[in-house]
DNA sequence: GTCTATAATCAGATAGAC
DNA sequence: GTCTATCTGATTATAGAC
Protein backbone atom coordinates (compact mmCIF):
# COMPACT_ATOMS: atom_id res chain seq x y z
CA UNK A 1 0.00 0.00 0.00
CA UNK A 2 1.46 3.35 -0.66
CA UNK A 3 1.17 6.54 0.97
CA UNK A 4 1.25 10.16 -0.13
CA UNK A 5 2.74 12.45 1.85
CA UNK A 6 0.97 16.13 1.84
CA UNK A 7 4.37 17.49 0.12
CA UNK A 8 3.47 14.80 -2.53
CA UNK A 9 0.19 15.85 -3.43
CA UNK A 10 1.54 19.26 -3.83
CA UNK A 11 3.80 18.35 -6.20
CA UNK A 12 1.67 16.53 -7.97
CA UNK A 13 -0.84 19.46 -8.31
CA UNK A 14 2.15 21.46 -9.41
CA UNK A 15 2.72 19.14 -12.01
CA UNK A 16 -0.99 19.10 -13.01
CA UNK A 17 -0.80 23.22 -13.03
CA UNK A 18 2.20 24.04 -14.47
CA UNK A 19 2.01 21.85 -17.41
CA UNK A 20 -1.74 23.15 -18.12
CA UNK A 21 -1.09 27.07 -17.38
CA UNK A 22 2.64 27.32 -16.85
CA UNK A 23 4.88 28.59 -14.75
CA UNK A 24 4.09 32.05 -14.83
CA UNK A 25 -0.24 31.59 -15.42
CA UNK A 26 0.29 28.77 -12.36
CA UNK A 27 -1.04 30.76 -8.68
CA UNK A 28 -0.02 28.66 -5.69
CA UNK A 29 -3.67 29.37 -4.95
CA UNK A 30 -4.31 26.64 -7.83
CA UNK A 31 -1.73 24.65 -6.79
CA UNK A 32 -3.11 24.53 -3.31
CA UNK A 33 -6.65 23.92 -4.27
CA UNK A 34 -5.79 21.11 -6.64
CA UNK A 35 -4.12 19.48 -3.49
CA UNK A 36 -7.48 19.68 -1.46
CA UNK A 37 -4.83 22.10 0.72
CA UNK A 38 -5.86 26.07 2.41
CA UNK A 39 -3.44 28.61 0.32
CA UNK A 40 -1.31 28.66 3.14
CA UNK A 41 -0.48 25.13 3.31
CA UNK A 42 1.93 24.99 0.67
CA UNK A 43 4.55 26.82 2.45
CA UNK A 44 4.56 24.74 5.04
CA UNK A 45 5.84 21.78 2.67
CA UNK A 46 7.62 23.94 0.02
CA UNK A 47 9.69 26.86 0.52
CA UNK A 48 8.50 28.86 -2.76
CA UNK A 49 6.49 28.45 -5.65
CA UNK A 50 10.32 28.17 -7.21
CA UNK A 51 11.13 25.73 -5.54
CA UNK A 52 8.54 23.46 -6.13
CA UNK A 53 9.16 24.15 -9.64
CA UNK A 54 12.88 23.29 -8.97
CA UNK A 55 11.84 19.67 -7.43
CA UNK A 56 9.60 19.19 -10.65
CA UNK A 57 12.22 19.73 -12.86
CA UNK A 58 15.83 18.29 -11.51
CA UNK A 59 13.00 14.70 -11.19
CA UNK A 60 12.27 15.13 -14.86
CA UNK A 61 16.03 15.89 -15.72
CA UNK A 62 16.90 12.47 -13.67
CA UNK A 63 13.95 9.86 -14.96
CA UNK A 64 15.01 10.81 -18.89
CA UNK A 65 18.65 11.00 -18.10
CA UNK A 66 18.71 7.41 -16.48
CA UNK A 67 16.22 6.08 -19.26
CA UNK A 68 18.65 7.22 -21.95
CA UNK A 69 21.58 5.83 -20.50
CA UNK A 70 20.19 2.59 -19.74
CA UNK A 71 19.24 2.41 -23.43
CA UNK A 72 22.83 3.04 -24.40
CA UNK A 73 24.00 -0.02 -22.34
CA UNK A 74 21.23 -1.89 -23.95
CA UNK A 75 23.65 -3.32 -26.79
CA UNK A 76 26.88 -2.65 -28.12
CA UNK A 77 25.63 -3.01 -31.96
CA UNK A 78 25.35 0.79 -32.93
CA UNK A 79 21.86 0.08 -34.98
CA UNK A 80 19.83 -1.78 -32.08
CA UNK A 81 21.70 0.82 -29.40
CA UNK A 82 20.11 4.26 -31.57
CA UNK A 83 16.95 2.25 -32.02
CA UNK A 84 16.66 1.73 -28.31
CA UNK A 85 17.73 5.16 -27.32
CA UNK A 86 15.14 6.63 -29.76
CA UNK A 87 12.40 4.87 -28.78
CA UNK A 88 12.96 4.93 -25.17
CA UNK A 89 13.79 8.62 -25.05
CA UNK A 90 10.59 9.41 -27.60
CA UNK A 91 8.46 7.22 -25.31
CA UNK A 92 9.38 8.38 -21.87
CA UNK A 93 8.10 12.26 -23.62
CA UNK A 94 5.36 11.03 -24.76
CA UNK A 95 4.26 9.49 -21.01
CA UNK A 96 5.34 12.03 -19.36
CA UNK A 97 4.70 14.96 -21.49
CA UNK A 98 3.25 16.76 -18.67
CA UNK A 99 6.59 16.75 -16.47
CA UNK A 100 8.67 16.57 -20.04
CA UNK A 101 6.63 20.24 -20.67
CA UNK A 102 7.38 21.94 -17.25
CA UNK A 103 11.64 20.13 -18.33
CA UNK A 104 11.42 22.05 -21.10
CA UNK A 105 9.34 25.17 -21.27
CA UNK A 106 10.04 26.41 -17.84
CA UNK A 107 13.67 25.92 -17.70
CA UNK A 108 13.96 29.45 -17.62
CA UNK A 109 11.59 30.35 -14.54
CA UNK A 110 14.06 28.45 -12.78
CA UNK A 111 16.69 30.73 -10.39
CA UNK A 112 20.07 30.99 -11.70
CA UNK A 113 21.57 28.83 -9.32
CA UNK A 114 18.67 25.75 -10.09
CA UNK A 115 19.15 26.29 -13.75
CA UNK A 116 22.96 25.38 -13.51
CA UNK A 117 22.20 22.68 -11.81
CA UNK A 118 19.61 21.26 -14.09
CA UNK A 119 21.76 22.19 -16.87
CA UNK A 120 24.44 19.24 -15.69
CA UNK A 121 21.54 16.71 -16.83
CA UNK A 122 21.01 18.24 -20.00
CA UNK A 123 24.95 18.14 -21.09
CA UNK A 124 24.79 14.37 -19.82
CA UNK A 125 22.06 13.42 -22.02
CA UNK A 126 23.42 15.24 -25.33
CA UNK A 127 26.89 13.32 -24.59
CA UNK A 128 25.23 10.28 -24.06
CA UNK A 129 23.45 10.33 -27.52
CA UNK A 130 26.95 11.72 -29.24
CA UNK A 131 29.17 9.46 -27.60
CA UNK A 132 26.44 6.57 -29.40
CA UNK A 133 26.68 8.51 -32.47
CA UNK A 134 30.30 8.34 -32.62
CA UNK A 135 30.85 4.82 -31.51
CA UNK A 136 28.63 3.66 -34.39
CA UNK A 137 30.71 5.22 -36.90
CA UNK A 138 33.82 4.19 -35.55
CA UNK A 139 32.65 0.73 -36.11
CA UNK A 140 31.92 1.67 -39.62
CA UNK A 141 28.17 1.02 -38.98
CA UNK A 142 26.62 4.40 -38.97
CA UNK A 143 27.55 7.43 -41.28
CA UNK A 144 27.28 10.69 -39.83
CA UNK A 145 28.60 13.54 -40.82
CA UNK A 146 27.78 16.34 -37.98
CA UNK A 147 27.40 14.27 -35.10
CA UNK A 148 26.45 16.99 -31.98
CA UNK A 149 23.83 18.23 -34.85
CA UNK A 150 22.38 14.96 -34.92
CA UNK A 151 22.06 14.06 -31.77
CA UNK A 152 20.43 17.25 -30.89
CA UNK A 153 18.15 16.05 -33.95
CA UNK A 154 17.12 13.35 -32.64
CA UNK A 155 16.48 14.07 -29.04
CA UNK A 156 14.35 16.80 -30.81
CA UNK A 157 12.04 14.24 -32.08
CA UNK A 158 11.38 12.87 -28.77
CA UNK A 159 11.43 16.65 -26.90
CA UNK A 160 8.99 17.99 -29.33
CA UNK A 161 6.31 15.73 -28.14
CA UNK A 162 5.84 17.33 -25.71
CA UNK A 163 4.25 20.72 -27.09
CA UNK A 164 1.10 18.51 -28.09
CA UNK A 165 1.04 14.75 -27.07
CA UNK A 166 -1.72 13.64 -25.06
CA UNK A 167 -2.64 10.21 -23.76
CA UNK A 168 -5.86 9.25 -25.60
CA UNK A 169 -4.79 10.86 -29.20
CA UNK A 170 -4.76 9.32 -32.47
CA UNK A 171 -1.40 8.10 -32.27
CA UNK A 172 -0.16 6.29 -29.37
CA UNK A 173 3.32 6.69 -27.51
CA UNK A 174 4.46 3.26 -28.94
CA UNK A 175 3.52 4.19 -32.31
CA UNK A 176 5.57 7.51 -31.93
CA UNK A 177 8.36 6.18 -30.20
CA UNK A 178 8.57 3.20 -32.89
CA UNK A 179 8.31 6.29 -35.92
CA UNK A 180 11.10 7.90 -34.57
CA UNK A 181 13.09 4.86 -33.89
CA UNK A 182 12.72 3.80 -37.29
CA UNK A 183 13.69 7.15 -38.91
CA UNK A 184 16.49 7.39 -36.72
CA UNK A 185 17.99 4.41 -38.53
CA UNK A 186 17.36 5.70 -41.79
CA UNK A 187 18.91 9.57 -40.55
CA UNK A 188 22.70 7.75 -39.42
CA UNK A 189 22.82 4.41 -41.27
CA UNK A 190 25.21 3.81 -43.44
CA UNK A 191 24.64 2.70 -46.52
CA UNK B 1 12.32 55.67 -45.40
CA UNK B 2 10.44 53.50 -42.79
CA UNK B 3 8.13 55.42 -40.28
CA UNK B 4 7.54 52.70 -37.57
CA UNK B 5 3.79 53.64 -35.86
CA UNK B 6 3.17 53.40 -32.19
CA UNK B 7 1.18 50.37 -32.79
CA UNK B 8 3.96 48.61 -34.43
CA UNK B 9 6.02 49.76 -31.98
CA UNK B 10 3.88 48.21 -29.50
CA UNK B 11 4.34 44.89 -31.44
CA UNK B 12 7.73 44.61 -31.39
CA UNK B 13 8.12 45.52 -27.66
CA UNK B 14 5.54 42.45 -27.07
CA UNK B 15 7.58 39.86 -28.99
CA UNK B 16 10.58 40.81 -26.69
CA UNK B 17 8.93 40.75 -23.94
CA UNK B 18 6.26 37.34 -25.32
CA UNK B 19 9.73 35.05 -26.48
CA UNK B 20 11.59 36.42 -23.10
CA UNK B 21 9.17 36.07 -20.26
CA UNK B 22 5.94 33.89 -21.75
CA UNK B 23 2.46 35.77 -22.04
CA UNK B 24 1.71 35.13 -18.70
CA UNK B 25 4.70 36.77 -17.15
CA UNK B 26 4.61 39.56 -19.19
CA UNK B 27 3.14 42.71 -17.76
CA UNK B 28 1.18 45.43 -20.11
CA UNK B 29 3.63 47.58 -18.20
CA UNK B 30 6.89 46.14 -19.56
CA UNK B 31 5.52 46.42 -22.71
CA UNK B 32 4.83 49.92 -22.76
CA UNK B 33 8.48 50.08 -20.89
CA UNK B 34 10.54 48.54 -23.86
CA UNK B 35 8.04 50.87 -26.13
CA UNK B 36 8.91 53.69 -24.42
CA UNK B 37 5.52 54.80 -23.59
CA UNK B 38 3.13 54.94 -20.54
CA UNK B 39 1.00 51.95 -19.47
CA UNK B 40 -1.99 53.35 -20.57
CA UNK B 41 -0.59 54.09 -24.35
CA UNK B 42 -0.97 50.26 -24.77
CA UNK B 43 -4.66 50.48 -24.94
CA UNK B 44 -4.79 53.56 -27.19
CA UNK B 45 -3.41 51.50 -29.86
CA UNK B 46 -4.82 47.55 -28.83
CA UNK B 47 -7.45 45.94 -27.31
CA UNK B 48 -5.76 43.97 -24.59
CA UNK B 49 -2.95 42.19 -23.73
CA UNK B 50 -4.28 39.28 -25.51
CA UNK B 51 -5.06 40.88 -28.69
CA UNK B 52 -1.92 42.25 -28.63
CA UNK B 53 -0.86 38.21 -28.41
CA UNK B 54 -3.18 37.93 -31.52
CA UNK B 55 -1.72 39.60 -33.21
CA UNK B 56 2.07 38.56 -33.30
CA UNK B 57 1.25 35.02 -33.21
CA UNK B 58 -1.18 35.67 -36.63
CA UNK B 59 1.65 37.31 -38.64
CA UNK B 60 3.66 34.90 -37.36
CA UNK B 61 1.61 31.43 -38.58
CA UNK B 62 0.91 33.57 -41.67
CA UNK B 63 4.67 33.85 -42.53
CA UNK B 64 5.34 30.41 -41.70
CA UNK B 65 2.72 29.09 -44.23
CA UNK B 66 3.77 31.58 -46.72
CA UNK B 67 7.39 30.18 -46.86
CA UNK B 68 6.43 26.58 -47.14
CA UNK B 69 4.20 26.84 -49.39
CA UNK B 70 6.88 29.02 -51.43
CA UNK B 71 9.13 26.03 -51.17
CA UNK B 72 6.46 23.29 -52.06
CA UNK B 73 5.97 24.87 -55.68
CA UNK B 74 9.78 25.48 -55.80
CA UNK B 75 10.13 22.39 -57.35
CA UNK B 76 8.53 18.73 -59.03
CA UNK B 77 11.23 16.73 -58.40
CA UNK B 78 10.34 15.49 -55.23
CA UNK B 79 13.98 14.86 -53.66
CA UNK B 80 14.59 18.73 -54.39
CA UNK B 81 10.96 19.73 -53.18
CA UNK B 82 11.13 18.25 -49.64
CA UNK B 83 14.86 19.56 -49.70
CA UNK B 84 13.86 23.00 -50.01
CA UNK B 85 11.07 22.72 -47.72
CA UNK B 86 12.54 21.54 -44.65
CA UNK B 87 15.48 23.76 -45.63
CA UNK B 88 13.08 26.94 -45.91
CA UNK B 89 10.89 26.27 -42.52
CA UNK B 90 13.64 25.50 -40.18
CA UNK B 91 15.54 28.81 -41.55
CA UNK B 92 12.05 30.40 -40.87
CA UNK B 93 12.44 28.85 -37.09
CA UNK B 94 16.30 29.91 -36.53
CA UNK B 95 15.80 33.92 -38.47
CA UNK B 96 12.51 34.31 -36.22
CA UNK B 97 12.95 32.37 -33.04
CA UNK B 98 11.33 35.25 -31.08
CA UNK B 99 8.23 34.64 -33.17
CA UNK B 100 8.26 30.92 -33.42
CA UNK B 101 8.55 30.94 -29.59
CA UNK B 102 5.13 32.72 -28.98
CA UNK B 103 3.72 31.36 -32.34
CA UNK B 104 4.05 27.78 -30.47
CA UNK B 105 4.17 28.09 -27.05
CA UNK B 106 1.60 30.37 -26.43
CA UNK B 107 -0.99 28.36 -28.52
CA UNK B 108 -2.50 27.68 -25.44
CA UNK B 109 -2.77 31.23 -24.12
CA UNK B 110 -5.43 32.87 -27.55
CA UNK B 111 -8.79 33.29 -26.50
CA UNK B 112 -10.83 30.23 -27.70
CA UNK B 113 -11.96 32.31 -31.15
CA UNK B 114 -8.27 33.51 -31.75
CA UNK B 115 -7.20 29.97 -31.49
CA UNK B 116 -9.32 28.71 -33.72
CA UNK B 117 -8.62 30.88 -36.21
CA UNK B 118 -4.79 30.05 -35.65
CA UNK B 119 -5.60 26.69 -36.17
CA UNK B 120 -6.31 26.60 -39.74
CA UNK B 121 -3.21 27.65 -40.55
CA UNK B 122 -1.51 25.43 -38.71
CA UNK B 123 -3.61 22.20 -40.63
CA UNK B 124 -2.12 24.08 -43.48
CA UNK B 125 1.35 23.50 -42.93
CA UNK B 126 1.00 19.90 -41.77
CA UNK B 127 -1.08 19.22 -45.15
CA UNK B 128 1.87 20.97 -47.83
CA UNK B 129 4.40 18.88 -45.94
CA UNK B 130 2.00 15.56 -46.02
CA UNK B 131 1.30 16.55 -49.64
CA UNK B 132 4.94 16.79 -50.61
CA UNK B 133 5.83 13.67 -49.15
CA UNK B 134 2.97 11.69 -50.78
CA UNK B 135 3.49 12.50 -54.00
CA UNK B 136 7.05 11.86 -53.79
CA UNK B 137 5.37 8.34 -53.04
CA UNK B 138 3.70 8.23 -55.95
CA UNK B 139 6.02 8.97 -58.33
CA UNK B 140 8.23 6.08 -57.18
CA UNK B 141 11.28 8.95 -55.85
CA UNK B 142 10.32 8.57 -51.97
CA UNK B 143 9.64 5.49 -49.41
CA UNK B 144 7.55 6.56 -46.54
CA UNK B 145 5.38 3.99 -44.60
CA UNK B 146 3.91 6.86 -42.18
CA UNK B 147 3.21 10.17 -44.53
CA UNK B 148 1.77 11.82 -41.63
CA UNK B 149 3.94 10.84 -38.88
CA UNK B 150 6.93 11.38 -41.12
CA UNK B 151 5.67 14.65 -41.94
CA UNK B 152 5.15 15.91 -38.59
CA UNK B 153 8.64 14.84 -37.51
CA UNK B 154 10.02 16.59 -40.39
CA UNK B 155 8.18 19.97 -39.40
CA UNK B 156 9.36 19.05 -35.60
CA UNK B 157 13.00 19.40 -36.65
CA UNK B 158 12.33 23.10 -37.39
CA UNK B 159 10.20 24.18 -34.86
CA UNK B 160 12.44 22.78 -31.67
CA UNK B 161 14.49 25.01 -32.92
CA UNK B 162 12.90 27.88 -31.69
CA UNK B 163 13.65 26.13 -28.24
CA UNK B 164 16.72 27.20 -27.63
CA UNK B 165 18.06 29.09 -30.94
CA UNK B 166 20.13 32.23 -30.45
CA UNK B 167 21.57 34.42 -32.97
CA UNK B 168 25.31 34.39 -32.56
CA UNK B 169 25.43 30.68 -30.93
CA UNK B 170 27.94 27.84 -32.09
CA UNK B 171 25.89 27.50 -35.09
CA UNK B 172 24.26 29.54 -38.30
CA UNK B 173 21.01 29.27 -38.93
CA UNK B 174 21.63 27.84 -42.33
CA UNK B 175 24.33 25.08 -41.14
CA UNK B 176 21.11 24.05 -39.15
CA UNK B 177 18.39 24.16 -41.90
CA UNK B 178 20.87 22.66 -44.23
CA UNK B 179 21.80 19.91 -41.40
CA UNK B 180 18.04 19.34 -41.16
CA UNK B 181 17.54 19.02 -45.49
CA UNK B 182 20.49 16.81 -45.02
CA UNK B 183 18.29 14.51 -42.90
CA UNK B 184 15.05 14.62 -44.16
CA UNK B 185 16.28 13.45 -47.51
CA UNK B 186 17.54 10.31 -45.64
CA UNK B 187 14.36 9.88 -44.05
CA UNK B 188 12.55 9.84 -46.97
CA UNK B 189 14.71 8.32 -50.03
CA UNK B 190 13.90 5.58 -51.51
CA UNK B 191 17.13 3.25 -51.21
C1' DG C 1 0.10 20.34 10.22
C1' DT C 2 -4.00 22.64 9.15
C1' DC C 3 -6.68 26.62 9.00
C1' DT C 4 -8.42 31.92 8.59
C1' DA C 5 -6.92 36.42 8.08
C1' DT C 6 -4.01 39.68 6.25
C1' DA C 7 0.18 42.24 4.84
C1' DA C 8 2.47 44.11 0.89
C1' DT C 9 2.72 44.27 -3.75
C1' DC C 10 1.44 44.04 -8.40
C1' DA C 11 -1.79 43.04 -12.26
C1' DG C 12 -5.01 44.57 -16.38
C1' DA C 13 -7.53 48.12 -17.69
C1' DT C 14 -9.78 52.93 -17.49
C1' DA C 15 -10.67 58.16 -16.53
C1' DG C 16 -9.71 62.47 -17.61
C1' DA C 17 -6.28 66.35 -18.15
C1' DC C 18 -3.40 68.34 -21.76
C1' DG D 1 -2.26 60.44 -28.92
C1' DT D 2 0.23 60.98 -24.83
C1' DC D 3 0.43 61.38 -20.06
C1' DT D 4 -0.53 60.85 -14.62
C1' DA D 5 -3.47 58.95 -11.44
C1' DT D 6 -6.34 55.43 -10.07
C1' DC D 7 -9.85 51.62 -9.79
C1' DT D 8 -10.53 46.81 -8.89
C1' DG D 9 -9.06 42.59 -8.02
C1' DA D 10 -5.40 39.10 -7.71
C1' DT D 11 -0.82 37.59 -6.21
C1' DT D 12 3.05 35.60 -3.12
C1' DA D 13 3.99 34.88 1.21
C1' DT D 14 3.45 35.26 6.35
C1' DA D 15 1.22 35.57 11.23
C1' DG D 16 -0.96 33.41 14.60
C1' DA D 17 -5.01 30.59 16.36
C1' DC D 18 -6.21 25.72 16.98
Redesign the interface.
Known amino acids: MTTITARERLINAAIEAFAE?????TTTRDIASRAGMSPAAVYVHHDSKESLLFTVSIEGHRSALDVITRAAASSTDPIERLRSMVYDFSLWHADNSRVGRIV??EYH?LSDEHRAEVATYRRSIEKTMQDALADGVDQGVLDV??VP??AF?LL??G??LV?WFEPGGS?SAD??AS??A??AV??ARR?
Open positions: KGFAGQYADDGTSSLVDRRQLLHDLRMT
